[in-house]
């Protein structure tokens, strides 16, 4: 990714072992297909679930969290995923017992979730995109579409 790739970003956020944050994801997952909204802002992420207009639960990621958290964005962007697909994603960058560098940016160049792990002079790029517009609520519905991008770190 270019330098200017990663100027334009809202968010880059970098994190040495991502099971701590996966174990936090889950504590707020009621069920398999839950939907969540992700706020950015200057002092970090805030995860937000709702269930039926009548439970919320919140999962504050603050930056201090993070080996390296750089925030050039206007405002609070606020976006929705799939709670359970990003769970999982996190997951396949899950190794027991290693800690490895993972990256996470948002937005990508054609306004993806970009989640990287280098491992063995190899790096791989999961890439979200998104699949339609804003929808009524201002929120961006993300999903999986199966790219790995394999390329020299």
Same mark, same amino acid.
Not at 40 to 62: D, N, P
Not at 109 to 123: C, F, H, R, S
């Given at each position: 990714?270019?330098?200017?790739?990663?100027?334009?970003?809202?968010?880059? $956020?970098?994190?040495?072992?991502?099971?701590?944050?996966?174990?936090?994801?889950?504590?707020?997952?009621?069920?398999? /297909? %839950?939907?969540?909204?992700?706020?950015?802002?200057? /002092?970090?992420?805030?995860?937000?679930?709702?269930?039926?207009?009548?439970? %919320?639960? +919140?999962?504050?990621? +603050?930056?201090?969290?993070?080996? =390296?958290?750089?925030?050039?964005?206007?405002?609070?962007? =606020?976006?929705?995923?799939?709670? *359970?697909?990003?769970?999982? $994603?996190?997951?396949?960058?899950?190794?027991? *017992? /290693?800690?490895?560098?993972? %990256?996470?940016?948002?937005?990508?160049?054609?306004? %993806?979730?970009?989640? +990287?792990?280098?491992?063995?002079?190899?790096?791989?790029?999961?890439?979200?995109?998104?699949? *339609?517009?804003?929808?009524?609520?201002?929120?961006? =519905?993300?999903?999986?579409?199966?790219?790995?991008?394999?390329?020299?770190?």
């Amino acid at each position: 990714m270019s330098e200017m790739e990663e100027e334009a970003a809202d968010v880059i $956020c970098e994190l040495e072992n991502v099971q701590g944050l996966v174990d936090a994801l889950n504590a707020v997952r009621w069920k398999r /297909h %839950q939907d969540a909204v992700l706020e950015l802002s200057e /002092h970090g992420i805030v995860l937000i679930v709702e269930e039926s207009g009548c439970l %919320q639960a +919140k999962v504050y990621l +603050k930056k201090e969290l993070f080996i =390296r958290y750089d925030y050039n964005a206007e405002g609070r962007p =606020r976006f929705g995923v799939s709670l *359970g697909l990003f769970v999982d $994603c996190l997951n396949a960058f899950s190794v027991p *017992g /290693h800690s490895s560098l993972i %990256q996470i940016q948002y937005p990508g160049p054609d306004m %993806q979730v970009l989640l +990287k792990y280098v491992i063995a002079n190899l790096k791989l790029i999961l890439i979200l995109v998104c699949l *339609g517009f804003f929808n009524p609520l201002g929120l961006v =519905r993300w999903y999986w579409l199966g790219t790995w991008e394999c390329a020299p770190p």
